[in-house]
């Protein structure tokens, strides 16, 4: 298969992470006989410095004109902690996510068992988990108007959506569930919230057209809990703009590490794929990133375009690196291995695919070299 994909690294550690999922890309390209065109593109804090805007002219036209978009990070402390600046990075991805209509932002949340033991919930806790957020991206809080007073003393931010907008996403997780444990459970807020009310009346309506899944409420604050204290009841969990970006973050507690948390962001013709963790600055040009999530969305992409059984050998050989320890320092502070040398093992693997563990070097392991003869 031919794709173009832009990659837009973005800023702190997105370049770092990115680069190995394009080195992942390759390996698949390679073993695979496909013909992947990567294009880079600035976004963020890095296009504020050299352009003045965070999503340039120029990068819109690649991504509009892509397959796929492979997208880093974005975000610098210049910018974070100044409540002035009236330009920020964060609006190059808003604005993205806008002009390419993608309205879908799809989070997997899995437990691996050579990781439950990191986790600082209990092993009989987050055993067995395995669901998928869908979170409504473009309406809700983080589009609504936005309102200060001129004294500058009173702010306000709407909340709203169309019935259009919450049917789209419905439709998708619904879709979702049937393949996966038939059950969906939305998470909103319908005792205070009139948007959260309008939420529910149009997913009861469209459950109605998938009598096989089990529909299921809870409201932010019990969901919050739930996840901590039974995961493993999720299937497919559907919600509103931010209340999805709490709860998907909050689940980096049950994997163990935000590093390993992937997404895709879909819509009815684009799609963007990226790492939720954020630009993490502190890390910046230390190669001690976890790659991991930046990887698993590149395996994401694959999925998105029916290359399923490339994906899968992107998942194995992740689930092979982490079974061996090959983890960067938010998994293990005491031995661990650097953002280039996970990502170069998992690349390693995918080619090597035919039969793993004969090219494993059990002994390199220990001492902290490749892992392939």
């Known amino acids: 298969m031919k794709l173009k994909i832009a990659v837009l690294p973005g800023d702190g550690i997105g370049p770092e992470v990115t680069k190995q999922a394009v080195k992942v890309l390759k390996a698949i390209q390679e073993l695979y006989k496909h013909n992947f065109e990567f294009e880079e593109a600035f976004v963020g804090a890095i296009a504020i410095d050299r352009t003045g805007k965070p999503l340039p002219d120029e990068t819109l036209q690649l991504c509009a004109t892509s397959d796929a978009v492979l997208f880093g990070a974005i975000g610098d402390p210049k910018y974070d902690n100044n409540p002035d600046a009236k330009v920020r990075p964060e609006q190059g991805l808003l604005q993205l996510r806008k002009e390419l209509g993608l309205f879908a932002n799809i989070r997997p949340i899995k437990a691996y068992d050579s990781l439950i033991d990191k986790s600082p919930l209990k092993r009989d806790i ?10 409504e991206l473009t309406g809700g809080i983080y589009y609504g108007e936005k309102k200060l007073s001129e004294d500058g003393t009173v702010a306000s931010d709407l909340c709203e959506y ?10 998708l997780a619904f879709k979702s569930a049937q393949t996966r444990r038939n059950k969906v459970t939305l998470v909103d807020k319908a005792n205070v919230l009139e948007s959260s009310r309008l939420w529910r009346r149009v997913v009861t309506e469209i459950a109605k057209g998938y009598p096989q899944v089990t529909l299921d409420f809870l409201f932010v604050d019990n969901a ?5 204290l039974n995961p493993s009841q999720f299937d497919v969990v559907l919600s509103e703009n931010m209340f999805g970006d709490i709860i998907s973050d909050e689940g980096s507690v049950i994997v163990s590490s935000i590093g390993l948390l992937a997404s895709a962001s879909v819509g009815n013709e684009k799609a963007l794929f990226e790492p939720i963790h954020g630009s993490y600055p502190q890390a910046k040009g230390k190669n001690i990133a976890n790659p991991v999530a930046a990887i698993l969305s590149a ?14 050998a992107i998942r194995k050989a992740v689930e092979l690196t982490l079974e061996y320890n090959i ?18 093992t998992i690349a390693n693997s995918i080619l090597n695919n035919d039969d793993t563990n004969s090219y494993i070097n059990h002994e390199n392991i220990s001492i902290g070299k490749s892992i392939f003869f």
């Not at 987050?126 to 869908?134: K, N, Q, R, V, W």
């Open 327 to 344: 983890v960067t320092q938010d998994l293990n502070v005491v031995r661990n291995f650097g953002t280039d040398y996970v990502g170069d």
């Open 126 to 135: 987050i055993e067995g988990t395995d669901m998928l957020i869908y979170r």
């Open 224 to 228: 919050v809990m739930q996840l901590i």
């Open 162 to 171: 169309s019935q259009m907008e919450i049917e789209r996403i419905t439709h």
């Open 299 to 312: 395996a994401m992409l694959l999925d998105h375009f029916g290359l399923n059984t490339e994906a899968d």
